[in-house]
């Protein structure tokens, strides 16, 4: 059971938009930035979005990152089969003292 | 541009000590932290630890009875050992450049698979 809730799996078709959510607590999302990593099938993760709503140099605008409250959410437009991914949350918790994740949501380009 | 090379023994055996390195390239391991996340088969990330030149460590208390993480300023290497392994620590073993104690992961290795069995 992660500290952080995802959905398990999202879908949907080329060219749309997508959004996951990561659900936490106030030790954790609620006084902590929020980071975002794409996982490819068989690939290490890679860091799409930090401190919230941060692109590191080379992700394209198509995805963005939100943070409100106990909450983050991750937004992809222009969907492209090359999305197809485990996507991952995490962030500091406080009570625990650790790096924690959401479980991991797998993206689906119908 | 900064790049990450895991390696490890592959196979340990139940009980015996598990020691993985991570070589750092194109950047001084004075910099930043430097931090070992694992991923079970088939499951989610797990942050293990981290650590800063100077010394200063972070454990996942979980783990922290077990677990060593240390730096070589001489040969730009992070090295994770891990005690009396079991099933459980089976898992693909990530090394990642973070630009603070509790913060974001940039770089990462490609990992290295390490197999606990008998």
């Known amino acids: 059971q992660s500290v952080l809730t995802q959905p398990p799996s999202v879908s949907a078709a080329p060219g749309q938009k997508v959004t996951i959510s990561c659900s936490g607590s106030g030790s954790n999302i609620g006084n902590n930035y929020v980071s975002w990593y794409q996982q490819l099938p068989g690939t290490a993760p890679r860091l799409l979005i930090y401190d919230n709503n941060k692109r590191p140099s080379g992700i394209p605008d198509r995805f963005s990152g939100s943070k409100s409250g106990t909450s983050a959410t991750l937004g992809i437009t222009g969907l492209q089969t090359g999305d197809e991914a485990d996507y991952y949350c995490g962030t500091w918790d406080s009570s625990l003292t650790v790096v924690v994740f959401g479980g991991g949501t797998r993206l689906t380009v119908l | 541009q900064v790049q990450l090379q895991e390696s490890g023994p592959g196979l340990v055996k139940p009980s015996e000590p598990l020691s993985l390195t991570c070589s750092v390239s194109?950047?001084?391991?004075?910099?930043?932290?430097w931090t070992w996340i694992r991923q079970p088969p088939g499951k989610g990330l797990e942050w293990v630890a981290n650590i800063y030149y100077r010394g200063t460590t972070n454990y996942n208390p979980s783990l922290k009875s077990r677990v060593t993480i240390s730096v070589d300023t001489s040969t730009n290497e992070c090295s994770l050992e891990v005690s009396s392994v079991t099933a459980a620590d089976t898992a693909v073993y990530y090394c990642?450049?973070?630009?603070?104690?509790?913060?974001?992961?940039?770089?990462w290795g490609k990992g290295t698979t390490v197999t606990v069995s008998s």
């Open positions: 194109g950047d001084s391991i004075t910099s930043f932290y």
């Open positions: 990642a450049r973070a630009h603070s104690w509790n913060g974001y992961m940039d770089v």
